[in-house]
């Protein structure tokens, strides 16, 4: 074995150093002398120029109405300084880039907005900007998404009376008490501005999002055909529409003073959020065009702009089997110059109802309900009341057909032919149903009559013109009597001062000889309606012409046959339609409104009906909002009362 001693190492290890560094120099010395003469090896050329193109941000939310930025710029590669061409492509619909071309300069950013039309529907996309320099090009990508807000929906008020059941009851008010609901802390906000008679009853959607922003908007239709939004928090008008065809104008009056000078919209639309792209409202429209030829058509308008959605306006047209009044080879046939659409539209299981009144008692006119689809607003069925007689309309002074939970549907049918003669089933043998509280069916896509109840003197009732039509029908909650059963029941009154309480399943249908087979008939207790009831906390309320307000609590499933409670005040004619505010079952207040000039709201206790505030009793008129109209609904919400008046909607609240 060999051994090696320490300093034989430290020379070996010089010795390595010394070749190491020979051939290093060896090596670099011979790559210079290649670079020189480009000897044994490639020629080297100096990097390729180009640009690369960035975006910030590269996602980019962007909400109807609204309008988002980005910014873009370009990065130079290996001293690149040309100017490039930038286009923008693959905005989806209702959306537009600006500026869609421009030149980009390195170092420069440029700004490109992106702006959302209001009905533009929401979309996800991905937009192309792509840069041209000669035959250089680059290009990037934006993440584009139409969104609208999501905000979380408050309080609605979408149709007549607050509910399909008709029972104007408003029952989440947190914000009006029976402690600040009074002269010193309440009072007219403002009045909304409109172009005609407000016959229908204000709407309410709340957080809706009307050119990029969610605002709580108050809908309003007036007799001049038109239709509004407006922000209901400031009074702002968020867009206008009207309902009339080109060259068309609102309908005369035909000589009757109920609905006057011009008939337009009458009827309280109806507001479904879910439908159309935004939410859409319903309602009829009637006009006249150039030739002299009447008009009636059903609309679905974007609830955030206004304009008429797919398929709409519909042009209303009907026949029925029948010989009645304004027939024709067997043919009942709709003239849209005989009626007017008055009563509030109801909106069941995606169906659109339609009831339908004469001008005065001008002839011929029969008795119609129609049905229409939500989607398309194609006719789905028509009924006829009295089709092998007269008369027989619905209108109810205005209040809404109403409804139960299973889809029955209930109104109160004026003065007009009923046929005594009855089939087998009790059923009048020519369909003929004037004057009757009315149980009607959709069953297999069709309507028919289910069930219906006729006092014993209808005939006599039709021919004095002392109908149950006047009034609304109330669909009142499942009651229980003394032993526990459960009565399912609906209330309804009209001009025979009579408040009539059905049993839904077993209406009573029709004895000559007396009211026996109806579940309650109450005489004696109230003036006659033109009007409908509220409902709170088992008590039915009615406003009767020339009569107080008056409170009829329930018990055991039983009305009550006199008033527990009622107003100081008497409601002259047409009486009035109260409505009522609550948190739950606590703070209730009825309110009302009387039709004098100038018209008064009214402020109920509704466990007593002692007065808590009025319209006249601030000093110097400070909450006076013009003279009365007819057959008014107040709508409460979200610490709001809204009343329909001759030019505008009166908006009520806590004062500043």
């Known amino acids: 074995m060999t051994r090696t001693s320490p300093s034989d190492g430290a020379k070996l290890a010089g010795i390595a150093i010394r070749n190491a560094q020979q051939y ?11 670079l020189i003469c480009g000897c044994g090896g490639s020629k080297l050329t100096s990097p390729a120029q180009g640009f690369s193109l960035s975006l910030n941000p590269t996602s980019l939310s962007v909400a109807p109405g609204a309008t988002q930025v980005v910014s873009i710029s370009a990065t130079a590669i290996n001293g690149f300084s040309q100017s490039i061409a930038v286009t923008v492509s693959g905005t989806p619909a209702g959306v537009t880039a600006s500026p869609a071309s421009f030149t980009l300069v390195i170092g420069t950013p440029q700004q490109v907005s992106f702006s959302a039309t209001s009905s533009a529907a929401a979309a996800s996309a991905t937009v192309q900007f792509n840069g041209a320099a000669g035959t250089l090009s680059s290009a990037t990508s934006l993440a584009l998404t139409v969104t609208h807000t999501v905000t979380t929906p408050g309080p609605d008020v979408v149709t007549y009376h607050n509910d399909v059941e008709r029972t104007g009851l408003y029952p989440n008010e947190s914000t009006l008490t029976l402690t600040n609901v009074n002269s010193t802390k309440f009072g007219l906000l403002r009045i909304l501005p409109v172009d005609g008679l407000v016959d229908g009853q204000p709407l309410y959607l709340s957080n809706l999002t009307v050119a990029g922003n969610a605002q709580n908007v108050v809908f309003a239709v007036t007799e001049h055909g ?139 006119y029969t008795g119609w ?34 409804a139960d939970p299973n889809g029955f549907i209930y109104f109160l049918d004026a003065n007009g032919t009923f046929d005594t003669n009855l089939d087998a089933n009790n059923f009048p043998v020519d369909g003929d149903f004037g004057n009757g509280f009315i149980k009607v069916s959709m069953t297999g896509g069709s309507l028919a009559v289910a069930d219906f109840f006729e006092p014993y003197n209808t005939v006599e009732e039709s021919d004095e013109d002392e109908d149950l039509g006047s009034g609304g029908a109330l669909v009142l909650p499942d009651l229980k009597d003394a032993s526990g059963n459960v009565h399912q029941l609906a209330v309804g009154a009209g001009k025979d001062a009579t ?39 088992n008590t039915v309320y009615y406003g009767a012409v020339s009569d107080n307000l008056k409170a009829f609590p329930i018990t055991n499933a039983k009305l009550a046959t006199t008033a527990s409670v009622q ?40 466990a007593t009906l002692q007065e808590l505030y009025n319209s006249t009793q601030a000093a110097n008129g400070r909450d006076n ?22 030019s505008g909607v009166a908006e009520f609240g806590l004062l500043p």
């Open 625 to 646: 909002f013009g003279n009365g109209n007819k057959f008014i609904t107040p709508m409460i919400v979200n610490g709001k009362v809204f009343v329909g008046t001759p």
């Open 226 to 364: 038109s239709v509004y939004a407006f922000n209901a928090d400031n009074g702002a008008q968020l867009w206008k529409t009207s309902e009339l065809g080109a060259n068309e104008t609102t309908s005369d009056d035909h000589g009757c003073g109920q609905i006057t000078p011009e008939i337009g919209i009458t009827n309280t639309p109806v507001i479904d959020r879910s439908a159309g792209p935004h939410g859409a409202i319903f309602l009829v429209g009637m006009s006249k065009d150039q030739s002299g030829a009447y008009h009636q058509r059903l609309h679905a308008l974007d609830v955030t702009t206004g304009t008429e959605l797919s398929g709409s306006p519909k042009e209303i047209t009907a026949s029925f089997p029948g010989t009645g009044a304004n027939s024709s080879a067997g043919m009942v046939v709709f003239d849209p110059s005989q009626y007017a659409e008055r009563v509030g539209l109801l909106l069941l299981n995606q169906t659109i109802y339609l009831g339908w009144t004469s001008h005065c008692d001008q002839q011929p």
């Open 567 to 606: 107003s100081a005040t008497s409601f002259e004619y047409p009486g009035t339609t109260p409505a009522v505010s609550a948190n739950g079952t606590s703070n209730g207040i009825v309110w009302a409104v009387e039709n004098s000039n100038p018209a008064v709201l009214h402020a109920y206790n509704a």
């Open 24 to 34: 290093m120099h060896a090596s670099t010395a011979l790559l210079v002398a290649a």
């Open 369 to 402: 309900l129609m049905a229409y689809n939500e989607s398309d607003l194609a006719q789905i069925s028509v009924l006829n009341l009295t089709p092998n007689g007269s008369e027989g309309s619905i209108w109810m002074s205005g209040a809404g057909l109403a």
């Open 499 to 537: 408040i009539y309480v059905v049993d839904r399943n077993s209406m009573g249908k029709f004895d000559s000889q007396s009211n026996a087979t109806i579940y309650q008939k109450i005489t004696g207790a109230i003036g006659g309606v033109w009007s409908m009831p509220a409902w709170f906390n």
